[in-house]
Nanobody, 129 residues
C-alpha cells in the first residue's frame, strides 16, 4: 500500500508562487501515475494535473495550464506541483494521488478521481488578494 503525504502549502499573495511536494512510501512509487487535485469549500474536487510513471508526459486542464507544472523524482519517491501566478481562485486544499496507470482519452489524461488508488491527506493553499 502506498502512503502519500503532501507538504508545502501555506499563505501566498496573488501573483506569487508555491511548490507543493508529495512524499510517497510503500515501495512502488515509480509504478504509479501521479495526479494532483484541489477542493475549495463548497466545491467539487477539481483535477489540476497528472504525470505518467516515468515523468515523460504531463497533462493539465486549461484552468492551470501554463501556470502549474508537475514533476517527479522516482529515486526520491517524490512528486511536486509548482504553482506560479497564483490567484485567489486557486485557494483550496490540494491533494496528490496515485493511479494504477497513466491513461489518456479524447477528453484528457487521468482526470477522473476514480482512476486513483491512493490519496494524501491534503495541504491547504490560500492565496490572498
Amino acid at each position: 500500500q502506498e502512503q502519500l503525504v503532501e507538504s508545502g502549502g501555506g499563505l501566498v499573495p496573488a501573483g506569487g508562487s508555491l511548490r507543493l511536494s508529495c512524499a510517497a512510501s510503500g515501495g512502488a512509487f515509480s509504478s504509479y501515475a501521479m495526479g494532483w487535485f484541489r477542493q475549495a469549500p463548497g466545491r467539487e474536487r477539481e483535477f489540476v494535473g497528472a504525470i505518467n510513471e516515468r515523468g515523460s508526459y504531463t497533462y493539465y486542464p486549461s484552468s492551470v495550464k501554463g501556470r502549474f507544472t508537475i514533476s517527479r523524482d522516482n529515486d526520491k519517491n517524490l512528486a511536486s506541483l509548482q504553482m506560479n501566478d497564483l490567484n485567489p481562485d486557486d485557494t483550496a486544499v490540494y491533494y496528490c494521488a496515485a493511479a494504477g496507470r497513466y491513461r489518456c482519452s479524447v477528453s484528457g489524461c487521468n482526470e477522473d478521481p476514480a482512476d486513483y488508488i491512493y490519496w494524501g491527506q491534503g495541504t491547504q493553499v490560500t492565496v490572498s488578494s
